[in-house]
């Protein structure tokens, strides 16, 4: 059974329609990688996985499970206590995620009460112990620190600290390393996989930057104005693509120009509530569109493992199939 | 050294010692700190070339862009434009020269004024600093839009109508329209997708080759650098650490940081991928940084020595053939580092 | 496709052919502002009523059915018409002189219209150069500024406009007056606060890098940008104008007699107020519910103004 599964999720505002049907798994001990542009719905399902779309956004999906329990049947407070207890979410801006009012030490304790319980002693031991397992030198004395007192970094251990806290089976991680810097992102990443590695945890990392996901993911989806076009292991999608949309991502990332030449750039820009084209929503942009794809929407090819939403899927060389 | 050789004509911009210093009160019993946000950076810049400037948040390099169009002044050191220093001028020939230094800022949200139309956001320089007729500055703005790839009518549209890499664009053709020689281009692609990265990228490349344009190219993201620098310059904590041309630096970096970063970042190909070099803690306070090299505190290679005498930027001596690399590291001086032990 | 991009795509094959991609389909930031504005009911409202009384009061002399200064021997203390002894031609009574109260209200609309728009224009023009200023300056001219904001704030307002009033003498104009140097520190600061925040974003900056001078950075570039705030005070301004004019008027500091004003009818009136309510309850609902009006509209501009609050 996977850890997560999703068939044929929609979040839609109003007539908008930020995540078209989309269908996904995630499996326990896995790292799946959703990558896209901004516009491209990546954040929003991961929203509506937690429960945390609000009016007047709207969420149908024929099957949204975890770990075999359906989260749409449930109770209210049953997924409450589930989402932040078995699955966990880390944002992408951590110096708002923690609330400047409290200390870090009482937001931490206070997760853990909702979720645990115990005696103050032990909620204030618990914590120390996290903020040590996510590398924070002299835990202690940070419990008493407030949000502003931190650097990026740290804030963002913190935030990872408190995902934690009750030893989830799944972490949803929306670019949580973009506000930071290099060095700093590069201690957050090797962190994340740490803990994802010694807790068996499915992990699922949102970003824009592809390089990360192909350093660090199993699986990755790409998505495109709320649609997964292509699905499959890491390596596989980045080194042959077979949807135009990823072949141009990847071409448009400065690394993949050798020397001093000019970028392949896609033109254009992701469609927003206005201008959603019709068929294949990708066909204005695309290099190889057809009038087939300027009219009929393209259905899903391939097997499970490795799937893409495109008329002509590309072939090894790059190029699409007759 | 090769750099004081070049032709005199080809020098836009000459940076000597630039220095900026903010005294920061710490309350009332305490004595006022000093900030050194800028201390001492020197810098070539010729004409049609791209200096980058590389570094994470709170190294001064956005200072140094302020400092190089004039919106601070620096505290200490000289500016030279085309032979002339800009800090010693009169205040009228410096806004004249001024013009020719113009700057583009990260967040293209930001830069514009919301309450404008993009027609009178590009006259905006033209109405100030020449007495152009009103349809001979439509025309110009107009031209420029069609040059950044805007269409004429959105001449008359506000900037929120536009998305983030068209008003980058907008952004671009505004630096441009009083002919400058400089664009100091602070973080101008960070905000944006990849795809339109790569758009704005090319717009930058197509108008440098056009224009003859120099470029002080300011940026956290390495592999942005490497595809638009000629020369590289990576700071730490306001000084800088590591110079030189942009193949010296990513084919042959010197500088435990410089390493540190090209390893931090990711890579999409396994080949390309680097050994990890993981740095121990964070970038320590600029109000009160380590003595001696400030990198020591995170540094593999730091002895007694890194945490008492501040290294200076110099040559490798033992590396010869590396015309103009400059390198500020006792390690790499005494010829201490070597990575084959850190993969054993 | 414009020509110069297909030119440029010929040269170099990946230059952008502009897909159109306006973000949104293009609105005029008026239209936008009454979409916005408009999905306001309570607002709506208040803008009717308020064009309501500006019509009233600019056609006072055509629309009021008796002047508002004839006093009509055999008619003192007339009930409203649909009372017992009330008469249609004076719709709601008369007062204890025997004039008509509707007439009277309607050109007391205007005086309280035309000192209300009168002080927040004052106060309003003061308060943004003082605010702006001081926070495009900082430094001594900011301290100076806002200390003496800080004095005139903490001294009650409604005693601060008495203390003016007396000084220089009860009178419409000077009542008026009073009332903008009372409500004139929340322009300044607000004023400030915006410019303020406006100071530190980078289009401000990148002015300054084409060579800006302080006046065009503070008029035309930084103002545009801090009025959203300082229209919706102005509104809510508006209505405490009236309350305080009709306040001064109340206690006989504003206008004089036989001049029709709302605060001045309430005060003149209250020793009938056992025998006739109506003297004394049009005058009071007419403030109550010109003061709400306004202050509906000001929430609704709030609202369709402030951009942290669209979607």
């Not at chain 1, 939403?309 to 090894?316: A, G």
């Not at chain 3, 004003?261 to 049009?282: C, P």
Request: aromatic letters at 6%.
């Amino acid at each position: 059974m996977s850890l997560l599964q999703l068939d044929n999720l929609s979040v839609t505002f109003g007539k908008f329609r930020a995540v078209d049907n989309i269908s996904y798994k995630v499996e326990e001990g896995e790292v799946l990688g959703i990558v896209g542009e901004s516009g491209s719905g990546k954040s929003v399902s991961s929203l509506a996985i937690m429960g945390l779309i609000d009016f007047p956004g709207k969420v149908t999906a024929d099957q949204l499970s975890f770990d075999g329990k359906d989260l749409q049947a449930m109770p209210e407070k049953q997924r409450r206590k589930l989402t932040g207890s078995d699955i966990a979410m880390i944002f992408q801006d951590p110096m708002t995620s923690l609330n400047p009012c409290f200390t870090v030490g009482y937001q931490i304790i206070e997760a853990l009460k909702t979720h645990q319980g115990g005696s103050k002693k032990e909620l204030k031991k618990r914590a120390v112990e996290l903020l040590t397992q996510v590398g924070i030198p002299a835990p202690e004395s940070r419990l008493d620190n407030y949000p502003h007192q931190l650097s990026g970094g740290m804030s963002q251990r913190v935030m990872i600290a408190m995902a934690i806290a009750c030893n989830p089976r799944l972490l949803v991680a929306d670019e949580p390393t973009t506000a930071l810097d290099v060095t700093i992102q590069a201690q957050i990443i090797d962190l994340l996989i740490e803990l994802q590695r010694k807790k068996k945890m499915g992990l699922v990392l949102i970003t824009h930057d592809l390089a990360l996901v192909a350093e660090v993911a199993h699986r990755v989806i790409v998505m495109y104005a709320g649609q997964i076009v292509e699905s499959g292991p890491a390596a596989e999608v980045f080194s042959t693509p077979r949807h135009p949309y990823t072949q141009a991502l990847l071409a448009s990332l400065p690394e993949s120009a050798s020397g001093k030449a000019r970028l392949d750039a896609l033109p254009g820009v992701v469609p927003g509530q206005y201008d959603r084209p019709q068929g294949c929503l990708l066909s204005p942009r695309c290099p190889y569109a057809t009038d087939h794809c300027r009219k009929e929407e393209p259905e899903n090819q391939g097997s499970l493992n490795r799937q893409v939403k495109c008329h002509t899927p590309l072939d090894t060389q790059g190029r699409p199939a007759a | 050294m090769s750099k004081t050789n070049v032709a005199d004509s080809a020098l836009i911009l000459k940076a000597e010692g630039l220095k900026q210093h903010y005294h920061v009160k710490q309350g009332m019993f305490k004595p006022e700190a000093v900030v050194k946000a800028v201390d001492g950076v020197s810098f070539n810049l010729e004409k049609g070339k791209t200096l980058a400037v590389v570094g994470e948040s709170g190294c001064g390099k956005s200072t140094l862009g302020r400092m190089l169009t004039m919106i601070e002044t620096p505290t200490d050191g000289q500016l030279g434009y085309l032979g002339q220093n800009l800090l010693t001028l009169s205040k009228s020939a410096q806004t004249k020269l001024r013009q020719k230094i113009q700057i583009i800022f990260q967040n293209p949200y930001g830069s514009l004024n919301p309450r404008k139309k993009i027609g009178s956001i590009l006259e905006e320089p033209l109405v100030i600093n020449t007495d152009l007729p009103k349809a001979d500055r439509k025309a110009k703005a107009i031209s420029m839009m069609e040059k950044v790839g805007l269409k004429a009518e959105h001449y008359d549209r506000y900037p929120h109508m536009f998305s983030g890499g068209q008003r980058q664009r907008i952004a671009i053709a505004r630096g441009l329209m009083l002919d400058p020689h400089v664009i100091v281009a602070d973080e101008p692609v960070s905000a944006l997708d990849v795809s339109v990265q790569a758009q704005v990228l090319n717009l930058m490349m197509d108008l440098q080759e056009e224009f003859g344009l120099s470029y002080v190219f300011i940026s956290h993201d390495l592999s942005v650098v490497e595809h638009i620098a000629d020369d590289v310059m990576v700071m730490y904590l306001g000084k800088v650490v590591e110079q030189g041309t942009c193949e010296q630096l990513f084919d042959n970096p010197k500088h435990p940081y410089t390493l540190a970063l090209l390893s931090s970042t990711p890579q999409l190909s396994p080949e390309k991928r680097r050994l990890r070099i993981k740095l121990e803690g964070e970038l320590p306070s600029p109000l009160n940084p380590p003595s001696g090299c400030a990198f020591h505190g995170r540094c593999r290679f730091a002895n007694e020595r890194c945490k008492s005498e501040t290294p200076v930027l110099k040559l490798d001596s033992y590396d010869e053939s590396e015309q103009g690399h400059l390198i500020a590291c006792h390690a790499v001086e005494e010829d201490r580092i070597n990575l084959a032990e850190e993969v054993a | 496709m414009t020509i110069q991009s297909e030119a440029q795509s010929a040269q170099s094959n990946s230059e952008t052919p502009m897909v159109e991609n306006m973000a949104p389909a293009p609105r005029t930031p008026l239209r936008e502002f009454w979409h916005y504005f408009s999905s306001n009911k309570g607002a709506v409202a208040g803008l009717a009523f308020i064009i309501l009384i500006c019509f009233l009061a600019v056609f006072a002399n055509v629309v009021a059915p008796h002047s508002p200064s004839d006093q009509v021997r055999d008619a003192f203390l007339l009930p409203p018409a649909w009372l017992d002894g009330g008469n249609w031609s004076y719709i709601l009574g008369t007062d204890d002189v025997g004039r008509d109260i509707l007439s009277r209200l309607i050109y007391g609309a205007r005086l309280s219209l035309a000192v209300g728009a009168l002080a927040v224009t004052l106060s309003l023009v003061l308060g943004i150069l003082l605010g702006l200023v001081a926070g495009y300056f900082k430094g001594v001219i900011d301290i100076v500024i806002m200390r003496l904001v800080d004095i005139m704030l903490a001294m009650p307002s409604l005693l601060l406009a008495i203390a003016v009033v007396a000084i220089l003498g009860p009178s419409i104009f000077n009542a008026a007056l009073a009332i903008s140097i009372v409500s004139l520190p929340n322009y300044v600061r607000l004023t400030r606060a915006a410019t303020l925040s406006e100071m530190s974003r980078d289009y401000v900056t990148s002015s300054r890098v084409i060579g800006a001078s302080p006046l065009r950075l503070m008029f035309i570039c930084i103002l545009p940008n801090c009025l959203a705030p300082l229209i919706v005070q102005a509104t809510m301004g508006f209505s405490s104008a009236i309350l305080d004019l009709a306040a001064l008027g109340f206690l006989g500091l504003g206008a004089q007699p036989p001049t029709p004003e709302w605060g001045s009818m309430l005060a003149n009136a209250l020793q009938f107020v056992q025998r006739a309510w109506w003297v004394v309850t049009f005058p009071g609902l007419m403030i109550l519910i010109t003061v709400l009006a306004f202050n509906l509209m000001g929430d609704g501009l709030r609202d369709a103004l402030d951009p942290k609050l669209k979607q």
